[in-house]
């Protein structure tokens, strides 16, 4: 088999962790299999490394930017591969570019245009495990580019993919994914699977074990990814395209995001073209605009509710007042929050959401703004009433059991 792992920041947050990956993938490679092992910085190094810049710039130079960040990777990669070595294993470290992997030209958030596998490939034949620095390539001039923060998920989704691995493992310091945060609720279970959809509607419960990026490359190149722990040996959780048996299970997480803002704005006139001038006003000061709902209207007048993140509510506010002689009126609260139930079960089944409003009005909890998708209910409440609303739900579809 070749098996492509990859290794997060708390993996090798350490020496003595590096050691220990170091005998994982030894103990893979005594089973038979070639290998590919794509690392990440050692934790709270990419944050040190953009500290030391801001020492000199609030706006470094994104290319400097590169060069700086790619070096923790690399740090990660020769170090493992000389723990290999040590140990008596054939491993040759690789950067970004020496694995052959290519992006565009954003630097900092760069995108892999394409990977050549050739020295992969050949060091493989050679009898190596090759050892990947993670989160970096090459743009087509020669440049060092970053794929965002968590990038090293992405690279090791895109050579698993490339080469066409028999596994993807992406190794943190959490055993899966959860029904919901194990913190809100001790019942949490650890899901055996989930599809990638579920995964990228669930992505704040998945945030520390997968970047959303690296699942959605996943789904478009139909690699399996197995999320694990390093530090135990359980058999993780499995998100792939989901099957039919998928399809029965109603429910498989629920995810609250309390970064939200509610803005509703009333009496506004119902002519075409309001909730466009609107909303392009807003994208154009970079708001990012999560539900939307408007009303029927009443005497040529509508209502109109948004919610923004909640970090940028003060600047919604002005967008708002620079639009709002033709608005009636508006108001906004913070304190909100969004519980959402995510399941592909709910593609065929019904009465899924007329049970959360149940439950939730049963816990008098009021609901201010519903939203759907085909596998996902969300709900804006409350804020305090949150966490109560994620552990009245997680029983109510019996996630525990
Ligand atoms: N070291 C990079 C980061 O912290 C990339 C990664 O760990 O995946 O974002
Ligand atoms: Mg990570």
Not at 36 to 47: D, K, Q, R
Not at 181 to 199: G, H, N, Q, T, W
Not at 237 to 254: F, P, R, Y
Not at 361 to 383: G, L, P, R, V, Y
Request: hydrophobic share 40%.
């Amino acid at each position: 088999m070749l098996i492509v792992q990859k290794y997060g920041g708390t993996s090798v947050g350490s020496l003595e962790r590096i050691e220990n990956v170091a005998k994982r993938v030894a103990k893979a490679r005594d089973e038979g299999n070639d290998l590919v092992v794509v690392v990440s910085a050692m934790s709270g190094e990419t944050n040190k490394l953009i500290e030391y810049a801001h020492h000199f710039s609030k706006t470094p130079s994104k290319r400097e930017m590169d060069i700086l960040l790619s070096s923790g990777e690399r740090v990660t990669a020769s170090l493992l591969a000389i723990a290999l070595q040590e140990m008596g294993y054939k491993a040759i470290a690789m950067t970004g570019r020496q694995a052959g992997i290519k992006t565009d030209d954003s630097h900092t958030y760069a995108r892999i245009s394409s990977i050549d596998t050739q020295n992969i490939e050949n060091a493989i034949k050679d009898g190596n495990i090759v050892i990947v620095a993670g989160f970096q390539g090459i743009n087509e001039h020669g440049n060092v580019t970053t794929l965002g923060r968590g990038g090293s998920d992405l690279s090791a989704v895109a050579l698993a993919g490339a080469l066409k691995a028999d596994a993807c493992e992406i190794y943190s310091d959490v055993d899966g994914i959860y029904t919901t945060d194990p913190r809100i609720e001790p019942k949490a279970k650890k899901l055996d699977f989930i599809s990638y959809d579920e995964m990228l509607e669930l992505s704040s419960l998945g945030a520390k074990v997968l970047q959303n990026r690296s699942v959605e490359l996943a789904k478009k190149m139909g690699v399996k990814i197995i999320a694990k722990s390093s530090f135990t040996d359980g058999k993780g959780t499995i998100i792939a395209q989901e099957d039919k048996n998928m399809e029965e299970v109603l429910v498989s997480g629920i995810a609250l995001d309390k970064n939200q803002a509610r803005v509703s704005l009333r009496d506004i006139p119902d002519r075409p073209g309001i909730a466009a001038d609107i909303f392009k006003k807003l994208a154009n000061e970079q708001i990012n605009v999560d539900m939307i709902i408007q009303n029927a209207s009443k005497e040529g007048m509508t209502n109109l509710g948004f919610t923004v993140p909640q970090s940028e509510i003060e600047r919604a506010k002005k967008v708002i007042a620079s639009v709002s002689d033709e608005i009636g009126g508006s108001d906004y609260d913070e304190n909100v929050c969004k519980v959402s139930i995510v399941g592909v079960g709910m593609k065929s089944h019904s009465g899924i959401a007329a049970k959360a409003f149940e439950s939730l009005a049963d816990n008098s909890i009021n609901i201010e703004m519903i939203s759907t998708s085909e596998i996902k209910i969300s709900m804006i409440i409350d804020e305090k009433f949150g966490e109560l609303a994620v552990r009245v739900l997680h029983e109510t579809y019996e996630l525990d059991k």
